[in-house]
């Protein structure tokens, strides 16, 4: 069975410091992988997809398929970015559309 | 376009009764996902299901559980005889298919048995 873990319960920054969070995988198979993010008194949404290879809000994420990852990263946090983030995995397959969730990060940047 | 919609927001149940939460999805959307959420833990799959018909339910409790999604009308997680480990937020998803698209979160039921 698929997992997503993400190691970091709580990160902080500082306004303009590069952030990371972590996340990783077990599947054997291809799975696609997500972020979500999730705003203060704000419904969860996606951020970003790793097939569509795109930034959103200055966030990228590369699926490292040796390391089992997809970290998210930003060069400069704005606390604008403070949220609940949650990576995401579908396995296709038959599970196709389910997704797995991590734990979630709680991002606080601060001023 | 008003999103995924979730009713009720909140609701507080004694252990033994039953539970209704709704879901409306996106319009047009007719793949409806729910999950759960345990305090302290990330959000859970229970099931996916298409109009009509429960596509995947391996997430589900075996008992007192229940999902539907009518032809007409909202997608219905039904719990009955209630039990504290049940308390939790439940979120619903849709998505205008199966898989390779986004899934749209509504907002959440908050379910407190007492």
Redesign the interface.
């Known amino acids: 069975a698929q997992r997503?873990t993400?190691p970091e319960k709580l990160l902080s920054v500082f306004k303009g410091a590069p952030v990371e969070l972590k996340c990783n995988y077990s599947y054997s198979g291809s799975p696609?992988l997500f972020w979500?993010v999730q705003y203060s008194r704000q419904?969860?949404?996606?951020l970003l997809?790793h097939i569509s290879r795109e930034s959103i809000k200055g966030f990228t994420a590369d699926l490292n398929k040796g390391e089992t990852s997809f970290h998210l990263k930003k060069p400069f946090a704005q606390e604008e970015d403070s949220a609940m983030y949650?990576c995401a995995l579908?396995a296709?397959g038959?599970?196709?559309?389910?997704?797995?969730?991590?734990?979630?990060t709680i991002l606080t940047v601060h001023p | 376009n008003a999103?995924?919609m979730q009713n009720p927001r909140h609701l507080v149940r004694r252990r033994g009764q039953e539970a209704r939460l709704r879901c409306s999805p996106v319009k047009g959307h007719s793949?409806v996902?729910w999950?759960r959420q345990l305090p302290?833990?990330?959000?859970?799959?229970m099931v996916?299901l298409q109009k009509e018909n429960i596509?995947?339910e391996?997430?589900m409790p075996k008992e007192r559980f229940s999902a539907e999604f009518p032809k007409e009308g909202p997608s219905i997680l039904r719990i009955q005889q209630v039990v504290r480990g049940d308390s939790a937020a439940y979120?619903c998803a849709s998505?205008p298919g199966?898989?390779?698209?986004?899934?749209?979160?509504?907002?959440?039921t908050r379910l407190t048995v007492l």
């Open positions: 997503v993400q696609e979500y419904r969860l949404q996606l997809r949650y579908d296709g038959t599970s196709y559309g389910k997704l797995t969730f991590g734990q979630g | 999103g995924v793949h996902y999950y302290e833990e990330g959000l859970k799959f996916y596509i995947d391996s997430g979120f998505s199966r898989g390779g698209h986004t899934q749209y979160f509504g907002p959440g």
